[in-house]
T-cell receptor
Framework: GQSLEQPSEVTAVEGAIVQINCTYQTSGFYGLSWYQQHDGGAPTFLSYNALDGLEETGRFSSFLSRSDSYGYLLLQELQMKDSASYFCAVRSDRGSTLGRLYFGRGTQLTVWP | DVKVTQSSRYLVKRTGEKVFLECVQDMDHENMFWYRQDPGLGLRLIYFSYDVKMKEKGDIPEGYSVSREKKERFSLILESASTNQTSMYLC????????????????FGPGTRLTVL
């Protein structure tokens, strides 16, 4: 089966850097994604890694190590508006499950002033 | 902008009622998904569809069915609502074409918070 592990909560102060880790076990692997969800809102796509290494998009970066089945989301220069839940997700191309994602349980990030 | 809309933001139903949740996307996406979200459990996939009239069970299909008669519309049906189906229901869509990222980027609707009394 598929399983993803990420911390349930992380706290940090404004201006700081925070890293949210995700480890996964899947029978097939075609990419690790990250989603952000504010309270009462819909999840929105943040980033995607198919290959090992770091992908940077503004203040957010995402890293993947396929050999370690591990990735992380790095948030820099934290702002209050970054307080949200963050989900990692992996894609499995196994047979008819083409295109579906498996989501972690989410990490609640709280940013303090 | 990709838009995924859901028929209701809040819904209250009684135990045993048949409930229809509608989802419409306007970007001609092939894939559509229904999730439920409960505190501490993340996003759990109920059903998904990769083409009209096609459906695949997700991780928690029991008590639910789906219908996809048109490409843009994906309906979730609770045949006989029960209190343990009280939850937030999220619909999403994603394209098939567009490269590797396309499968990984799902576009979500605003959600329907369903309460079953």
């Amino acid at each position: 089966g598929q399983s993803l592990e990420q911390p349930s909560e992380v706290t940090a102060v404004e201006g700081a850097i925070v890293q949210i880790n995700c480890t996964y076990q899947t029978s097939g692997f075609y990419g690790l994604s990250w989603y952000q969800q504010h309270d009462g809102g819909a999840p929105t796509f943040l980033s995607y890694n198919a290959l090992d290494g770091l992908e940077e998009t503004g203040r957010f970066s995402s890293f993947l190590s396929r050999s370690d089945s591990y990735g992380y989301l790095l948030l820099q220069e934290l702002q209050m508006k970054d307080s949200a839940s963050y989900f990692c997700a992996v894609r499995s191309d196994r047979g008819s499950t083409l295109g579906r994602l498996y989501f972690g349980r989410g990490t609640q990030l709280t940013v303090w002033p | 902008d990709v838009k995924v809309t859901q028929s209701s933001r809040y819904l209250v139903k009684r135990t045993g009622e048949k409930v229809f949740l509608e989802c419409v996307q306007d970007m001609d996406h092939e894939n559509m998904f229904w999730y439920r979200q409960d505190p501490g459990l993340g996003l759990r996939l109920i059903y998904f569809s990769y083409d009209v009239k096609m459906k695949e069970k997700g991780d928690i299909p029991e008590g639910y069915s789906v219908s996809r008669e048109k490409k843009e519309r994906f309906s979730l049906i609770l045949e006989s609502a029960s209190t343990n189906q009280t939850s937030m229901y999220l619909c999403a869509s994603s394209p098939t074409s567009g490269g590797l990222r396309s499968y990984n980027e799902q576009f979500f609707g605003p959600g329907t918070r369903l309460t079953v009394l």
